[in-house]
């Protein structure tokens, strides 16, 4: 996302990042719970995209191009995996803005977990999520095939996959290109 608002500043257009859950607001600090069961959790990551929808309608009146990092989708994705019903999760979010374009970096879950252990972060750090996602590999692994489920399916915007084991610079230029496409359109 900061190589894309780069390129988008180089070209002179303005850009807004958000990222959910927004741990800065008193919605998204809450998500950071574990007590809650799947519906509450989910009620909260919603009500955490609610909250932004102002902020998000009034930057796109001004031309000002939204860059998100996750959105709706994942509330979707790792709520049904988890046996949220699905007609419930796209009935609570139904009213929020829809992205023009989503992409979706796709990446094999043993290559995120080795790339995290390749990583720089400080070991201690780097032993615990590692710990994490291989406790979580089985549900991580439904996460990926229900994203590409969605990515195939869903009507609402344009889906790009991208090829996550890839570099970063034949991510960013792939992405580039369909960004420089749409903004052409």
Same mark, same amino acid.
């Given at each position: 996302? %900061?190589?894309? %608002?780069?390129?988008? !500043? ?31 959790? $989910? ?28 959105? !709706? ?58 710990? %994490? ?33 890839? $570099? ?11 960004? $420089?496409?749409?903004? !052409?359109?």
């Amino acid at each position: 996302i %900061r190589l894309l %608002r780069e390129k988008l !500043s180089n070209i002179g257009k303005e850009t807004l990042i958000l990222s959910f859950p927004d741990y800065e607001n008193p919605i998204g600090r809450l998500t950071k719970k574990t007590e809650f069961d799947p519906y509450t959790q $989910t009620l909260l990551f919603a009500a955490d995209r609610y909250f932004h929808q102002k902020e998000i309608l009034e930057a796109l009146k001004n031309d000002i191009v939204v860059l998100c990092n996750r959105y !709706s989708y994942s509330n979707y994705v790792y709520q049904s995996v988890l046996g949220v019903d699905e007609g419930w999760l796209r009935e609570i979010e139904k009213n929020l803005i829809k992205p023009h374009i989503v992409f979706l970096i796709d990446v094999p879950v043993e290559i995120g977990i080795k790339r995290i252990r390749q990583s720089k972060i400080e070991e201690f750090v780097k032993k615990e999520i590692v710990d %994490r996602l291989e406790r979580q590999r089985d549900i991580l692994e439904k996460v990926r095939r229900k994203y590409l489920e969605v990515a195939r399916s869903d009507d609402e915007a344009e889906w790009h996959i991208i090829d996550g084991t890839k $570099t970063i610079e034949e991510i960013q230029a792939e992405i580039w290109k369909i960004v $420089t496409k749409k903004l !052409s359109e």
